[in-house]
Nanobody, 116 residues
Framework: QVQLVESGGGLVQPGGSLRLSCAGS????????MTWYRQAPGKERELVAF????????NYAGSVKGRFTISRDNAKNTLYLQMNSLKPEDTAVYYC?????????WGKGTLVTVSS
């Protein structure tokens, strides 16, 4: 059974940093690309960052490029999102996503609130 569990969210001041984690189980983590999404209140879910299965290729939304870094530790079956220079507009629920055999699997998300 595929499971994705996000953690690491919280309240942070503008300009601060957080590191999110996503622990995967029930599948061969190292074989699949992974993606972070976020959904702000009243807005559609949007792609934040993508990483290939081995971690050699990454892509970012323009709004986070240069501030966020996606990475993974395949030995620990864990995906990360390092978020620096956070802005109030980064406030959202952050989700990790796996696409496996044409099916999208989502975690329950972790809330990030950027506010003074």
């Amino acid at each position: 059974q595929v499971q994705l569990v996000e953690s690491g969210g919280g309240l942070v001041q503008p300009g601060g940093s957080l590191r999110l984690s996503c622990a995967g189980s029930g599948f061969t983590f190292s074989s699949y690309a992974m993606t972070w999404y976020r959904q702000a209140p009243g807005k559609e879910r949007e792609l934040v960052a993508f990483i290939s299965s081995a971690g050699g290729s990454t892509n970012y939304a323009g709004s986070v490029k240069g501030r966020f870094t996606i990475s993974r530790d395949n030995a620990k079956n864990t995906l990360y999102l390092q978020m620096n220079s956070l802005k109030p507009e980064d406030t959202a629920v952050y989700y990790c996503k796996l696409q496996l055999l044409g099916i999208n699997y989502w975690g329950k998300g972790t809330l990030v609130t950027v506010s003074s």
